[in-house]
C-alpha cells in the first residue's frame, strides 16, 4: 500500500517555470512505476509522464516533450516534475498516481492503483 501526496503547484505566468513533488509513504514505492497525469476542467484525465521503478526509459506525452522532466529519487520515496516554458493550456490539476510493474509506456490511467489528492496548476497569459 502507498500513499502519494503532491505539492508544488501554483499560480505562474506562461514562460515561467515550476516543479512538483510526489511524496509517497507505506512500502513499495521503490518498485513502482510513478506516472505523473493533469486533468483540466471539462476534459479527460491525461497522461503527462512515468518513469519506471530504475528512473530510466521515461515516456512523456508529446505535449509536453522537451518542456517536462521527470525524476525520481528512490531514497526519499519522492518523484518530481519540473516544468518549464509552462503555457495555459498546461492549466490543470496535476495528479501523481503508481503502479506495479516497470513498463512506463502503459499510459492510461486505467493502470495505475494509487493516486494522490492532485495539486492545481495555472498559468496564465
Known amino acids: 500500500q502507498v500513499q502519494l501526496v503532491e505539492s508544488g503547484g501554483g499560480l505562474v505566468q506562461a514562460g515561467g517555470s515550476l516543479r512538483l513533488s510526489c511524496a509517497a509513504s507505506?512500502?513499495?514505492?521503490?518498485?513502482?512505476?510513478m506516472g505523473w497525469f493533469r486533468q483540466a476542467p471539462r476534459k479527460e484525465r491525461e497522461f503527462v509522464a512515468a518513469i519506471p521503478w530504475s528512473g530510466g526509459s521515461t515516456s512523456y506525452a508529446d505535449s509536453v516533450k522537451g518542456r517536462f522532466t521527470s525524476t525520481r529519487d528512490n531514497a526519499k520515496n519522492t518523484m518530481y516534475l519540473q516544468m518549464n516554458n509552462l503555457k495555459t493550456e498546461d492549466t490543470a490539476v496535476y495528479y501523481c498516481?503508481?503502479?506495479?510493474?516497470?513498463?512506463?509506456?502503459?499510459?492510461?490511467?486505467?493502470?495505475?492503483?494509487?493516486w494522490g489528492q492532485g495539486t492545481q496548476v495555472t498559468v496564465s497569459s
Open positions: 498516481a503508481g503502479k506495479s510493474g516497470s513498463n512506463a509506456f502503459n499510459t492510461s490511467p486505467t493502470f495505475y492503483r494509487y
Open positions: 507505506g512500502h513499495g514505492f521503490s518498485s513502482y512505476t
